[in-house]
């Protein structure tokens, strides 16, 4: 698996932990698919970030978090923390 | 330096202003605030250390040119910058506009937009914020006329102070303005003097919470900008110096855990939150968690800010007994910030108060009425009574006051009262009046714009009359979710109504449209679509109806409340039309909640109130 299919399916991981119900949307995620189009609430979606923090032991800047768009933006954010 | 004891000051008797709060306690040294930063490292700083803090960030703020009364936009989200921020702007006679930062994933330009209303509404004329949101907010200052200054909070004691003194304040100064939480096109300010502020701190401190001396632990992860973190967590422990943990918001939001972990590791004897933390937190703990948690010491949690699940509560005692949590925790409140904070508790360690009632005769007549064995039953979380010298009323549609066991508007007065909203006086009249003209009573009360009645003084809200949709403790207003939705491609525009329901844990959001003659395929899923991606929210469901199905008044304006009733009841769109959450399932939820919480709260029910008759 390329590291940025490792980083969506911890993504995806990640989403399926705070919201079971987005199951049947996880497969049609691309890299230009944007984060608010899969419809998690505001609160699931930071849960998600939290899950994501908690997995690479890493904390993303709330600066940082604000410019993150698409999902490929988050699978280049998750590449730069990989140690 | 010398350790004052607490029991040796005076806090037996309310001060004139939270700067008093904070003064008589600023020789205590071994009780204070401890905030966790985002790492989770605690700092501690003593009532002394807090008050000094204050009194520097105070200097350092007319340091920068301003003069009392003027208005200082705060944008922090360390609670460590937030607090020491505010306290210095109060002390300095200043009036901070607490303001919510921005959140994750974009849309940075629609946070922009709504920092500029809030900011020029309020006229401030410094931006303080952090280093890592400086470059976002250095984008709104050129957009406000009366800005002439962003400074980060890093630097800001660093910097150029006034000589002082600091100013002696009255209880008639404005402290605060706190703006209404949610989207809206208008925000307004609430105006809340240090006269509201003693007399609603004091009720909370002593009769809400009955604070003790050194020996409560309060924490708190809630938003430092809205009223329940800051007046609660902020202000109200001043008057008995009790010990705060503050948490990061984000970081519960993050990980929900680090709400009742926290409690467990600094001994935790109080905290608050609005429901859907409760079902989180009953959600996310881990076998390990509830092995190695003590919940021993917690004497209330309260619940407020969004309507109270009385099944969420109930889960929540289940889920924790085992870790020495007792079952009178929960404790149900009921407030906002017109009315400084809160305007009524449940009484602390009393198990849930739950009343249920004749589902026909309240839908019908709104009459509380018992229900017999075999009808519907729908149950209500009482809120508790108002605090002493405080008035909760219900007012029919001609604004008289009812009697007990009849459901009208929620209406408040007394002393914590605020002055109304800033520089809006149209919006002030509106809410902020006496019961009838011309009989003589001069009294202000506010139209809280809630729905609910009196049951043995206790208060139970049963619905918003301003519409207002509330998801995850934040309010919405349906507007703006019927304005995203009435541009999409095949909706009749105008005919869009939004409301909530009430889910399994929570308050779910529910859109229901008309549509055109040949609405595309996939319209339900790009209405949820562009709710989601315009407004960062999720739809429980979406229902499709042709053309003049909505209900409306004879004028054509649509009615929110009637739709939301019919689609409960299953009856939208006229015959044939069944929809998620209707009839059946109601039916269902309402018949299951009243059994099993007859067999948990009935006993708790007959001690706080007698069955209504």
């Known amino acids: 698996m390329s590291p940025n299919m490792e980083a969506m399916e911890l993504i995806k991981a990640a989403i399926t932990a705070v919201d079971t119900s987005k199951a049947s949307k996880l497969a049609s995620i691309k890299p230009e698919t944007e984060i608010r189009d899969l419809g998690l609430d505001s609160v699931a979606t930071m849960e998600m970030v939290g899950y994501l923090e908690e997995k690479l032991d890493v904390q993303f800047s709330d600066e940082v978090m604000v410019r993150i768009n698409t999902f490929g933006d988050l699978v280049a954010l998750i590449e730069k923390n990989r140690i | ?613």
């Open chain 2, 1 to 613: 330096m010398s350790t004052v004891d607490p029991s040796a000051v005076d806090l037996s008797r309310a001060p004139a202003t939270v700067v008093d709060a904070l003064r008589r306690i600023s020789g205590i040294e071994d009780h204070g605030y401890t905030f966790l930063d985002n790492a989770n490292k605690p700092t501690f700083f003593s009532y002394a250390a807090l008050w000094r803090a204050a009194e520097t960030r105070g200097l350092a703020l007319l340091g920068h040119g301003l003069t009392r009364g003027d208005r200082v936009a705060m944008v922090l989200s360390q609670p460590q910058d937030f607090v020491i921020t505010f306290l210095g702007a109060l002390l300095a006679g200043l009036v901070p506009v607490p303001m919510f930062p921005p959140l994750s994933f974009g849309k940075l330009d629609a946070y922009a937009d709504s920092a500029v209303t809030i900011i020029e509404v309020a006229g401030a004329k410094l931006i303080v914020t952090d280093k890592a949101l400086s470059s976002i907010l250095w984008q709104v200052v050129p957009r406000v006329p009366t800005l002439k200054d962003l400074v980060v909070v890093e630097n800001l004691d660093l910097g150029k102070k006034s000589p002082g003194p600091l100013p002696t304040l009255t209880a008639d100064d404005l402290a605060f303005l706190q703006f209404t939480s949610g989207s809206t096109s208008a925000p307004k300010g609430v105006m809340v003097t240090h006269k509201s502020l003693v007399a609603n701190c004091w009720a909370i401190a002593t009769e809400g919470m009955g604070l003790e001396l050194g020996s409560d632990v309060a924490v708190s992860w809630l938003p430092l900008y809205h009223d329940m973190g800051l007046i609660g967590f902020v202000i109200t422990p001043l008057f008995k110096a009790t010990d705060v943990v503050f948490i990061p918001t984000l970081s519960f939001v993050k990980r929900p855990n680090i709400w009742l972990q926290t409690m467990h590791e600094f001994k935790g004897t109080l905290s608050f939150g609005p429901n859907f933390a409760f079902a989180l937190a009953t959600k996310r703990a881990s076998e390990k968690d509830l092995a190695t948690w003590d919940l021993s010491r917690v004497r209330l949690i309260g619940c407020g800010a969004e309507p109270i699940n009385a099944n969420v509560m109930l889960e929540f005692v289940d889920r924790f007994a085992g870790c020495g949590l007792k079952p009178g925790v929960p404790m149900p409140a009921y407030g906002m910030a017109e009315a400084t904070l809160a305007m009524s508790f449940a009484p602390v360690g009393s198990e849930l108060p739950v009343l249920l009632l004749d589902a026909e005769a309240f839908r019908g007549e709104g009459r509380v009425v018992n229900p017999d064995d075999d009808a519907l039953a729908l149950s209500f979380v009482g809120c508790g009574k108002p605090f002493k010298d405080h008035r909760i009323g219900i007012l029919d549609t001609d604004g008289k006051l009812l009697g007990e066991d009849r459901e009208g508007e929620i209406a408040f007065a007394g002393p914590s009262l605020t002055e109304g909203y800033w520089k809006n006086e149209a919006a002030t009249n509106e809410v902020y009046r006496p019961l009838s003209e011309g009989d003589g009573d001069t009294t202000v009360w506010l139209r809280t714009g809630d729905l609910g009645f009196l049951h043995e003084g206790n208060v139970f809200i049963t619905g918003r009359s301003k519409d207002l949709i509330i998801l995850n403790g934040r309010n919405h207003h349906p507007q703006s979710i019927e304005w995203s939705v009435a541009e999409i491609d095949g909706v009749r525009k105008g005919n869009v109504v939004a409301f909530s329901r009430p889910g399994k844990e929570s308050e779910e959001l529910v859109v229901v449209a008309e549509t055109r003659a040949d609405p595309p395929a996939d319209l339900k899923e790009a209405i949820a679509l562009a709710v989601a991606d315009r407004l960062s929210l999720k739809v429980a469901d979406v229902v499709l109806l042709g053309a003049g199905q909505l209900p409306k008044t004879s004028s054509g304006k649509l009615q929110r409340r009637k739709t939301r009733e019919q689609y409960l009841a299953g009856e939208l769109g006229g015959e044939g039309v069944r929809t998620l959450g209707a009839t059946g399932e109601k039916l269902t939820v309402a018949r299951h909640l009243a059994r099993s919480l007859f067999g948990r709260a009935t006993h708790a029910a007959s001690k706080v109130f007698n069955r209504p008759s």
